[in-house]
């Protein structure tokens, strides 16, 4: 069996003795935490697969689950032309990462014969534009729809279903059943209910497992293994990395050391801003991904001896290279409030040689003879330099390859440094009660009439329309 | 003739008499630069058309280019399948936003006789994997490649021309030079020299337009035309904002308003991150271009009173009601230190109705009989509300369509917004100091002679390789 490599975290370019004694942390600072670091790293261990916690144990116990979703997919595969998720939030987001990294980055433009599988769509918005625009491109008789949505009452994407739902019955007639996958879960809500009294295919969503901890769960792998991606490879990968964080020494442990740096760059330098910059087209969505983990489990209004404070890193999303052209400026010379998380690929898995050629023009000719792998790596080693003299905090996780084995340890990675985190920072990484207000404002101005709408729209009337002088135009 | 109707920005949600007065700027802040904005105003106005003021003229002096263009862009439709934009940053990112606002959301998955042009791809990166795959999926003989730099010079940009243009000779032969246009400085740099002596067709980027302030040149204004949208429609929009933005009274000037409260929000209450979030798939990349703009205009190290400071907000894309499922949480209970700002449709082109069904599910049901425009609406009317009861700030733009004419007045808004947010923070928003380090140390990496960069080399092998401790896997 072929050991497979491991991803790095290289934390040198946040570390004081590297980045400089006035803008990084040092490792006083991390021994003064590493107490409460093996206190979170024991509260976890300890409620790993209870609780919401349910996704430690995803690399491990899907046996006869996995063997079903890859039966499915084959009979997908072998059926459909393009299969479309309907989902939103983090039943979109790691099907979208997983994709991008997997799959050929023109995956969807290649024929039939050069693709794996059906084409695939992740449809994560309303905008009715947009739902129009996907159907002027897709035959629905040729199409495999998934609903996924642990609750079933999510809005969007219910509503998703009820256009598509209807659209089959016109258009594919009886058995158009046969064309929707739900993904929910085993008992609560109401996509349940419907996928048994329609008898459509259906996967579960543990109970333990939130939506953006879920890409290990049937959420992501039923839409990976339709696309042809190695989905046990992704298992394995997300169990080496939780092998690795089973120490409780911070710096044997790279989720615990990354919570652990992150806690003390928010809580003691106000560091704010976190941004994900991976060096490869392939990672793009990966930086999307982690953004909503990190942000929905980390951004919370806590109450701390008596005060109300609200926490949380905004993260951002940025690309190498394309990015240095846009946001590099800003990262050298503005605030010193971010910390840069580079991805980097040890080897991509294809190159392409620049030819030599312009040789009147010295600072195009040098070029030729490298390769954009050469090029794209240097322009990474330059920022990193770059901001490393300007002392600005960056930090790199290496991908020796962009594999379904290091994808998986890289989503573990960062789902068990937010669950790090949030026992660092003591609040509860898995709730979002933030945008429950949106949701129930949202369902008052749409009319509906049960009570607690009905109550939300007597205050928003009683609001004061604002001023016409701050309205311009 | 038609008056096209105007964009509206409403900044109620960003006054303490809305938003309450521990969180929200008063109209008191804004009187107190009052005196300051008008300022700001005059100098950006005495200043138009000048230094790198290029672009405020933009929309009035470009009639001969408009129909060497339109000329162009006809030529192109008439024979090739595919163009593809060889630039990033300022050259990509313009492009990107605006086909994807006035086009077709799918446009390049439509068949020939459904698209206006070619086939767009906007190449801004130099991922190899990703050169490698766009050629997977394009013909290069039926292809046309427009390469812009403005300097000529760009790495990136250069290293695609010479795979490219390698490329074009071996699989096109002969006339392969009619496969290229190039755009770029009119005498400085390799590129006219270049295009003049293989015969490239080309146009100018005007030496008084930088990068990021060039969409309403050539560099946008001929992907535009080549993929059938208005260009003229897009710089009368962009007049008509112009027009708007003649008052010196910041309550009367829209873009004034916009920089004097966002240089408030910056400079006296510490918002360092700017959300913006368009309510729309067709404005998702005008987050994008915007973010540019933003930051590489005003992120900047200056001196004041012999001090050091370093300024400048994070802006971050977000996109509704996608990222209500993830970042939203975030932005009603973390720090408060963001501004959102919505871009907001007033009638989508096209809306789709939400079929009835599911009546035995109230909480599906009532989405019955609805649009999805509507529940888009409605979701954002909600999150609005939600952020105004959390005490977060935010401000809206309404395009009461999304037409040529509306983008051409949005592009036209923020730019100047950003021009007099440069002057209130007395910083030169036009250039970009910050980057160069970075781009001498990626040229001492890959091994160019020239004497600036064996120096950086020279520096760059004496920096310390860091703790093998702080690398951990």
């Not at 979002?432 to 129930?440: D, L, T």
């Amino acid at each position: 069996m072929k050991k497979e490599a491991g991803i790095v975290l290289d934390v040198n370019h946040l570390m004081s003795d590297v980045v400089g004694a006035q803008y990084g942390i040092s490792r006083e600072m991390v021994a003064d935490r590493e107490a409460q670091a093996r206190a979170a790293h024991r509260a976890v261990q300890k409620a790993r697969g209870t609780g919401w916690l349910g996704w430690t144990e995803l690399p491990y116990n899907q046996g006869e689950i996995l063997a079903e979703i890859e039966k499915t997919a084959e009979w997908v595969r072998g059926r459909f032309e393009n299969f479309v998720v309907l989902g939103i939030g983090g039943s979109a987001l790691g099907p979208i990462a997983v994709q991008q990294a997997l799959n050929h980055l023109r995956y969807n433009e290649l024929p039939a014969r050069q693709r794996k599988g059906p084409r695939l769509y992740v449809e994560d918005n309303i905008d009715p534009e947009r739902m129009l625009a996907l159907l002027d491109v897709i035959d629905t008789r040729k199409t495999c729809f998934n609903v996924v949505t642990k609750s079933g009452a999510t809005a969007e994407t219910m509503s998703q279903y009820l256009i598509i739902s209807r659209l089959l019955q016109e258009k594919a007639g009886e058995g158009w059943q046969e064309h929707m996958i739900a993904t929910t879960d085993r008992e609560k809500g109401n996509l349940i209910r419907l996928a048994k009294k329609e008898g459509f295919r259906h996967f579960f969503v543990p109970s333990s497992v939130g939506g953006r901890f879920s890409e290990l769960s049937p959420v992501g792998l039923l839409p990976a293994a339709v696309c042809g991606i190695d989905i046990r490879e992704l298992l394995k990968g997300a169990a080496a990395m939780d092998a690795r964080c089973r120490e409780e020494d911070p710096w044997k442990n790279p989720a615990l050391l990354e919570a652990v740096l992150q806690v003390i760059a928010m809580e003691e330098m106000g560091v704010n801003v976190l941004v994900m910059m991976p060096y490869a087209d392939s990672l793009k969505y990966m930086a999307d991904w982690f953004c909503q983990l990190w942000a929905e489990s980390l951004g919370k209004n806590v109450t701390r001896k008596g005060m109300a404070v609200n926490v949380g890193q905004t993260p951002v999303k940025s690309l190498g290279v394309t990015d240095q052209h846009s946001q590099l400026q800003l990262y050298t010379e503005g605030p010193y409030d971010k910390i840069v998380t580079f991805l980097r690929v040890g080897a991509f898995r294809e190159d392409a040689d620049i030819p030599h050629g312009c040789e009147e023009f010295p600072d195009v000719a040098f070029l030729g003879g490298k390769t954009l792998g050469q090029l794209l790596d240097a322009e990474f080693k330059g920022t990193q330099y770059a901001l490393l003299r300007a002392g600005r905090m960056s930090q790199t996780l290496l991908l020796p390859v962009v594999s379904a084995h290091t994808v998986g340890q890289l989503l573990y990675f960062f789902m068990m440094a937010t669950a790090y985190a949030g026992e660092l920072m003591d609040i509860d990484a898995f709730n979002q009660p933030g945008v429950e207000e949106s949701k129930i404002a949202s369902y008052a101005v749409l009319g509906n009439d049960a009570e607690k709408y009905r109550k939300k729209q007597e205050e928003m009337a009683g609001q004061p329309e604002g001023s016409a002088a701050y309205r311009l135009g």
